[in-house]
């Protein structure tokens, strides 16, 4: 399996010895999703960031994303917001193992990043995302047990998921997208 050096160093230098670990496994994971779910892999996606992330085609022929992350809670909170969202905002999901660090999920056609695009179509479009995925208090309880929500103040409090404290001024406002 081609794992690029530049994505196996990050995943080391995010992760230690926990992502050397996983790297390890990536070619059994892969193959484990590929019996499990039916699929045939083309290639990874050239821009890996924190999960390795493969193109591949399903059974019935569709192109499909395979998605795999080191299991743990970041992981769960993915697969939480992704089928929140259902494919509003964002792709699909079609199936996940969290245990396995796994998501299937539709591809996005003609899946264009927004950084190839000139600043104004990027910022409309994102604007345009933003506002689909725009959800009630209500549904941020259900992406993160670490999330609280106080719907009658119009309030959500995110409880400290980082070692870093982050301070806020009044005029700053707190994005959630997924990733």
């Known amino acids: 399996m081609n794992i690029p050096e530049t994505f196996k160093n990050k995943i080391a230098g995010a992760f230690g010895e926990e992502g050397i670990k996983w790297l390890e496994t990536i070619a059994s994971r892969v193959q484990i999703c590929v019996e499990k779910w039916n699929l045939k892999i083309d290639a990874p996606v050239t821009n890996l960031s924190y999960n390795y992330v493969l193109n591949a085609i399903d059974l019935y022929g569709n ?3 395979l998605k795999l992350g ?3 809670s970041d992981f769960q909170n993915e697969i939480r917001a992704l089928q929140a969202y259902n494919g509003i905002g964002c792709a699909r999901l079609i199936k996940a193992d969290a245990s396995r660090g796994a998501i299937l999920q539709m591809r996005l056609i003609p899946g264009k990043m927004l950084y190839v695009e ?3 179509s990027s910022i409309k479009h994102f604007i345009q995302v933003w506002k689909s995925i725009r959800c009630p208090l209500q549904l941020l309880s259900g992406l993160s047990s670490e999330i609280d ?3 009658d103040e119009n309030k959500a409090v995110i409880r400290r ?3 870093d404290i982050i301070h806020f001024d009044e ?4 994005f959630l997208t997924p990733s």
Do not use: M, R
């Open 63 to 65: 192109p499909v994303i």
């Open 70 to 72: 080191i299991p743990g």
């Open 149 to 151: 929500t106080y719907p």
């Open 171 to 174: 005029q700053e406002e707190l």
């Open 118 to 120: 000139d600043e104004i």
């Open 161 to 163: 998921i980082s070692k």
